[in-house]
């Protein structure tokens, strides 16, 4: 059922901003496309992953109360900290991350430390968008996911879904960029050289965020422009040279090769700053994994944080290495991207400049712009109760 319902949603969600970004012309072709995608995304989900949906859901209910009792949360940090095995951990912990986005952390997914500190088998499933992330979190078929947009995350509890943010992933400023293809540079001069102009690009997310807002800032709105839906990555690659689109929006290796091609940023980021934009990744969970296994997410941000300090006091061509081949990259663009990233500490992250609260501010900022710009129905009052600092207090 969890599977049906994540290509439902899906492709409904797709068809829906198809039609929305004008674009009705080719909204047949790219919900075609979305099924595929979709699919061979459920598809990959199931190759990776065993889920058993009755026993997550008994032991959720059986240990409901053990998270309400402090005592008990008090021992299970202490488990963690002494190095023994999470007693809640589940048979197998299903991981979402993002290929061609290299991360610290990704010492420990290429060496199996994740695996051998929760001991258990530790699945990383890469997922091409944040969206699809909360549809297989809400599905049931993640646990956790790593390096999550704080937009799609926004988007989906923002219609609904119960999800948590319990940590920040990286923060990164010039790493996530709309950028314009040589031919079209005279964008950059006027912006009235952008009407009526195709702009590919993913949709609910930060990247679509920052895309309305530049929009916005030049007094443009979104049917002044045609946005065509996509994931970003290769495909963007491709539309970028082929010459199809005046401007390409992406995140990671895909911007430094259409930058490598002579493309422009629309923005930089300290434009983007002056606009409002911030852009960070977060570590996101659904609510009830975090009320079953509180001990395993506690854990699992333990050796995050640990993995955060190594590369944080001394980053060296070994550590690059090994992170480029988790990432599925060269090691120079997974060098170039690693020098515009941030992994900000515990401490950091619980602050007021972040999780304490920044963090829920800005996904209600995000939300009110989707509103104003049409994108959504409504906006949440407060995304406060979506922040849960809990696991992240016990580690070290």
Known sequence: MGKCRYLVVLLSALALLASACGSSSDAGDLVSQASDAATDAADAVEDAVTT???????????????????DAMEDDAAAVASGECPSDVPDELNVAYFEEWPTANQVQQASGGYGASLCTTVNWVPFPSG????????AGDVDISYSQGLTPFANAVTSGSDLELVSIALTYADADQCIVHPDHLDILDDPANLEGESIYSPIGNVTHFQLLTQLDDRGLSPTDVNIIPSEGGAAAVAAFESGDVAIACAFGGSVLEMLNTGGERLNTAEEKEAMGIRVFDIVSIPASFGASSPETVTAFLQITEDANAAYNSGRDTAMEETIAGAAGMELEPTQQLLDQFSFPDVD???SDSWMGKVVAEVMLEQMEFFQDQGEIDEALGDYSDFVNTSFLENVN
């Open 52 to 70: 058993d949906e009755d026993a997550m859901a008994e032991d959720a209910m059986e240990d409901e109360d053990a998270m309400a009792d402090e």
């Open 131 to 138: 969206n699809e992330m909360s549809l297989a979190m809400e």
């Open 348 to 350: 950091a992250q619980l």
